[in-house]
């Protein structure tokens, strides 16, 4: 049991100090040499772990998205019609991002940076599969709204990519996004005005009988 509870806790140092590394620089701009010295261990032990760059940057995406399915599953699991579900999820993921301020970064250089990847490692199919998962909630969620007569006719893939752009993009946004908002987007205000705007953009864009 110790044995195990020291690999595990090895794994994380790896993936902790993976993750900082690649949201600052992106795959091609790290080494494996400098995660095993970030994470105390010799490269052997790092191989022990990760066979491969590849793999160390599909499971750092893979825990990131992990942790965005918990979140998102607790928030659609407390119930309530479609419009308070759609809330709750937008703000849940909003604290999410806020909470990890590399998770948004990363998860926008992993949309463009995929090539880096061939598609056939267990971690890739495990993190594919769980942003299948999260995406289907939302669709599902969205085509609730619409069945119950609470949204409008829109489509569900289209309301998808921007809801991910009003998200995403935004807490992967850097000194860009403080400076065009005029303060920092990872201040407590800033994160509390951001679901509000959301907010707003869904329902007006959304909702039957808003005026948009």
Do not use: C, W
């Not at 100090?17 to 105390?40: C, M, W």
């Not at 065009?180 to 987007?185: D, E, M, S, T």
């Amino acid at each position: 049991m110790k044995a195990a509870a020291t690999r595990h806790a090895s794994r994380d140092k790896i993936l902790d100090v993976a993750e900082a590394l690649f949201a600052r620089r992106g795959f091609a701009g790290v080494g494996l040499s400098e995660v095993a010295e970030g994470s105390g261990l010799g490269k052997s032990s790092l191989f022990h772990h990760f066979r491969s760059k590849a793999e160390l940057y599909a499971a750092v995406i893979g825990r990131i998205l992990g942790h965005l399915e918990a979140t998102l599953l607790r928030a659609l699991a407390q119930g309530g019609d479609p419009i308070a579900r759609l809330d709750r999820l937008v703000d849940a993921l909003i604290d999410e991002l806020a909470a990890h301020r590399g998770h948004a970064r990363l998860l926008l250089r992993s949309l463009f940076e995929d090539d880096e990847l061939a598609g056939d490692l267990p971690e890739e199919r495990e993190a594919n599969d769980t942003l299948r998962r999260i995406t289907a909630s939302m669709a599902q969620l969205l085509r609730e709204g619409t069945s119950a007569g609470l949204f409008r006719l829109a489509s569900v893939s289209h309301t998808l990519q921007s809801l991910i752009g009003l998200t995403i993009y935004h807490f992967a946004s850097g000194e860009f996004g403080d400076e065009l908002v005029g303060r920092p987007i990872f201040s407590a205000a800033e994160v509390k005005r951001r679901k509000h705007e959301i907010r707003a953009l869904l329902h007006g864009g959304l909702l039957r009988g808003s005026m948009a």
